[in-house]
């Protein structure tokens, strides 16, 4: 390997060095043209994240640009997805990000602990905790009275009537599926009215769920004055230990789009009501100061998921399956708050599930370690020497679809770390530039600064590969700016389906904006520096690629919906087949392209046909 004039064999990490001795090398198999991979593997599932590439869905470039052993670099690695998979197909794997949530999870994700080591403390754990879960949960099962434990706790909004000031529960007038309506009717004068603009009252427990074990199922009923009487007990109650209190404002775009002004947050500690406070704090302090440090590191990754799933943002779901809004800060008018402890309890089972198979415990027992995580910009990769790595995959922030450091603070805020904004690669127009403020502009410069230093730490002959979308053609301009002013040069274009829809967030109760859910993954090798085209063709390259598309898919039953038809998916088609050509999609937005097709293609539910 080179070394840069600013590092030495001398300063670099000894876990560093080693992963980069003797690597693989690169390789320069066929790219795959179009992926997709479940999102219901224990990998993806054993802790929360805004957004996630699924390891299989990543394995077959590695394997098409790698060789065993090669070195495979991410520098946005958020959650780790590329370093598990680098360690599933037998690389090794480097890891960085500037949040250190995002480190947190990518060293777990790569670092397994053997499950017997923690079941042993879980053992010790239970015991000791089980005092304190009896004395915050402990309610009677609304079939049999029996005193059990509560599973959660739906918590309703209050609204008060425009016309005669009667409390509105939002729980009397839910829809079927557990939704808030977004209209509400006085039961005491008739007067409907929608909910946006009501006056409010403090929220009300509703139903509860009991796991009773003599019913031997969940039982569900109304709060009763047991459970009043102990919620009114536990608010009299102090938090003893630690519980973060990182401020939160308007100056966090995610606190304006998730409209957290109007649920009483001005710190994050906000986002748990009393009880779970008390909860998460007694169990953060166990972890943190008695739990065998063997086993720490696990324990504090079922936990930081468990902090997220404990929060106010935990959805009511009549169907099951209670959880937040995944990407957003949102709090909903039905929150199920969850036993915490039983919450932990299901999280350290995933964890467990998850490192019962992991490529890495065999690593283990021979002393060996294939993976690195490091806290750091990917504007700056100084820690790496030049053309030392074999591979790069990456997953870029999207222009400002997802605010990281902001979905983030729940979860980094335990660790002591939140992510510096100043430094995030968003688009922010809530801040002021001297506060971490940015324009498309700024954007595009600091994202051609990472590049730069991925063209810098890739080995003669190696590839990079970055996962990008937008609805937005400025923003993809931004991105062929950046890679083409670092100097890299575009080779392929694939599609790829993560089996999820994009999210970005919320603008005050109106809902998600549309992003489309099919990414490309765009191949590049370093070369040398020159200027994108700006066509002013893209419409007639996209078109033609679709037709083309359309033309070799069955001819058969128009009722018959297929997602190679969809919009979002021929909107990356589209965007890929402009960039093949070595053009930026000018004009090509999302919304631009849904007009074009309409006007040239048969439209069926936003499936597109040949006319």
Known sequence: MTLTANITETDMDPRLKEILRETGGPAQRPIPTDTSSSKGSSAYQV?????????????????????????????????????????????????????????????????????????????????????????????????????????????????????????????????????????????????????????????????????????????????????????????????????????????????????????????????????????????????????????????????????????????????????????????????????????????????????????????????????????????????????????VFTDPPFGANLFYGDCNVVWESWLGDVTDLTEEIVVNKSLPSTAGGKSLDDYEKLLSNAFSEVRRVLAPGARASVVFHNADDKVWAALLAATDHAGLVQTDVSVLDKMQRSMKGYKGRSGAELVPFFDLVITFTAGAKGDVQNLNGAGEIALGAIRRHLANLPQGDKNEVTHQRSLEYLYSLSIGAVIANDAKPTGLSFKALEELLNSNLENKDRHYYLR
């Open 47 to 391: 802790h929360t994240y805004p957004t996630k590439v699924p390891p299989g869905a990543i394995e077959p470039f590695i394997l098409a640009s790698s060789e065993p052993d090669s070195v495979v670099l991410d520098p946005f690695c958020g959650s780790g997805m590329t370093g598990l998979a680098a360690l599933n197909t037998g690389r090794r794997a480097l890891l960085s990000d500037l949040a250190p949530g995002a480190v947190h999870l990518a060293h777990n994700h790569s670092h397994p602990v053997p499950p017997t080591v923690i079941a042993v403390a879980m053992t010790s754990l239970t015991t000791a905790m089980t005092p304190t879960e009896v004395a915050l949960y402990a309610s009677n099962c609304p079939t049999c009275g029996r005193l059990e434990r509560l599973r959660h706790q739906v918590w309703t909004d209050v609204h008060t009537c425009t016309q005669c000031s009667e409390p509105i529960r939002v729980w009397d007038q839910k829809t079927e599926s557990g939704s808030s309506s977004r209209t509400l009717t006085c039961g005491k004068c008739g007067n409907e009215q929608t909910r946006s603009g009501l006056s409010g009252v403090p929220s009300q427990p509703a139903e509860k769920a009991v796991a009773c074990g003599s019913c031997r199922k969940l039982q569900r009923g109304p709060a009763d004055e047991h459970d009043l009487t102990l919620l009114a007990a536990i608010a009299q109650r102090p938090v003893t230990h630690w519980v973060p209190h990182v401020p939160l404002g308007p100056d966090r775009e995610m606190y304006r789009r998730s409209a957290l002004h109007l649920r009483n947050v001005t710190q994050v500690a906000d986002f748990w009501n009393h009880r779970s406070q008390l909860a998460l704090s007694e169990l953060w302090h166990y972890i943190t100061t008695k739990a065998d440090q063997k086993v720490r590191s696990a324990l504090k990754f079922a936990f930081t998921n468990t902090a997220w799933h404990a929060t106010r943002m935990r959805r009511y779901n009549a169907f099951g399956g209670q959880r937040p809004l995944t990407g957003t800060l949102y709090i909903p008018q039905l929150i199920a708050e969850g036993n915490v402890f039983e919450i932990f309890r299901h999280q350290v089972a995933q964890v467990s599930r998850f490192y019962s198979t992991h490529p890495a415990l065999e690593d283990l027992k021979g002393g060996t370690d294939r993976a690195f995580a490091r806290q750091s910009s990917a504007t700056d990769l100084s820690w790496l020497p030049s053309s030392s790595i074999d591979y």
